[in-house]
């Protein structure tokens, strides 16, 4: 499968976090959540979330006409390490969200527009063959991912969400 298109958010887990609150919280389904986050045996199981890690919430769109991935800015995030984190130019986030210019617009739990996109894995899909079809290196990909619950480099279950450049 290529870039997925549609509204996704990229939720850093909470303590006390459930799988059905994130979905509540953000919009979401858990059917969609557990699918695009390889939540599911044997891979992970539902309860199997934990603070830190970064959920990915499918979330309608009622234009359809959008394709984008959104970041739910932490406390003590900056912009210098979000993009570091999404492995993207530091320019490239502010160019997204001109509002951020002023260092001081970053604030805890706002939503932020990240310029990446989300890969649905498919059947026979291996990292090196996704890199190589968006001309990434599997680094850059591991990087952006490593934080995800279900992600594992070697066993990407298809309708996996990867998030890339």
Do not use: C, H
């Not at 969609?32 to 970064?54: A, C, K, R």
């Not at 997204?96 to 706002?110: E, R, T």
């Amino acid at each position: 499968m290529p870039i997925v298109g549609g509204t996704y958010i990229v939720y850093p887990v909470q303590p006390n976090d459930t799988l059905y609150a994130v979905a509540n919280k953000l919009g979401s389904t858990v059917p969609g959540m557990s699918q695009i986050n390889g939540i599911f045996p044997p891979f992970l199981e539902p309860e199997g979330i934990y603070p830190g890690q970064w959920l990915i919430a499918p979330v309608p769109d009622e234009t359809n006409a959008q394709n984008r991935v959104l970041y739910v800015v932490q406390p003590g995030d900056s912009l210098y390490g979000i993009a570091q984190d999404f492995s993207i130019p530091v320019q490239n986030l502010i160019n997204a969200n001109p509002q951020l210019m002023n260092a001081d617009a970053l604030q805890p739990f706002q939503l932020i527009e990240v310029p990446i996109n989300v890969f649905a894995v498919s059947t026979g899909d291996s990292l090196f063959s996704i890199s190589q079809a968006l001309g990434v290196s599997p680094q850059t990909i591991i990087q952006m991912n490593q934080r995800r619950p279900g992600f594992s480099p070697s066993a990407l279950p298809a309708g996996y969400g990867l998030l890339v450049p």
